[in-house]
């Protein structure tokens, strides 16, 4: 399983249409084996949708993604994890000890986001 976090510095970036980069996560046993950061090289919101599906990825964990996103990452079968913030590893060792709460979507707004772009 690969599992992608949208990234900055450690932590989760806000804001999933305008990630610059992500950080992939390969798990195999519950462990993980391999973790790498890409760079978006500038893609974009439905963008991103196959360059997630292009790098195998089967879960995302992010911070805010607007209802447009998260429609499209449903139908690319990616299972989301919605509303994250703070430091990544610990929000990976929450998912792999089956304790990261999917939050429900509705309560997911634009004014989840702080990152300024609505």
């Known amino acids: 399983m690969i599992i992608a976090v949208n990234y900055d510095n450690g932590v989760v970036f806000e804001h999933f249409?305008?990630?610059k980069s992500f950080i992939f996560y390969t798990i195999e046993n519950n462990k993980i084996i391999k973790k790498e950061v890409k760079d978006t090289l500038g893609r974009g919101h439905e963008d991103l949708i196959p360059f997630l599906k292009e790098n195998g990825v089967s879960?995302?964990?992010c911070g805010f993604a607007g209802a447009h996103a998260l429609g499209l990452?449903?139908?690319a079968d990616i299972e989301v994890y919605?509303?994250?913030s703070g430091d990544v590893e610990q929000l990976?060792?929450?998912f792999l000890a089956k304790k990261?709460?999917?939050?429900d979507l509705t309560d997911l707004t634009e004014d989840s986001c702080s990152c300024n772009c609505h």
């Open 17 to 19: 249409g305008k990630t």
């Open 100 to 103: 990261l709460v999917k939050k």
């Open 59 to 61: 879960v995302l964990i």
């Open 92 to 94: 990976i060792s929450l």
């Open 82 to 84: 919605p509303g994250n």
């Open 73 to 75: 990452l449903k139908d």
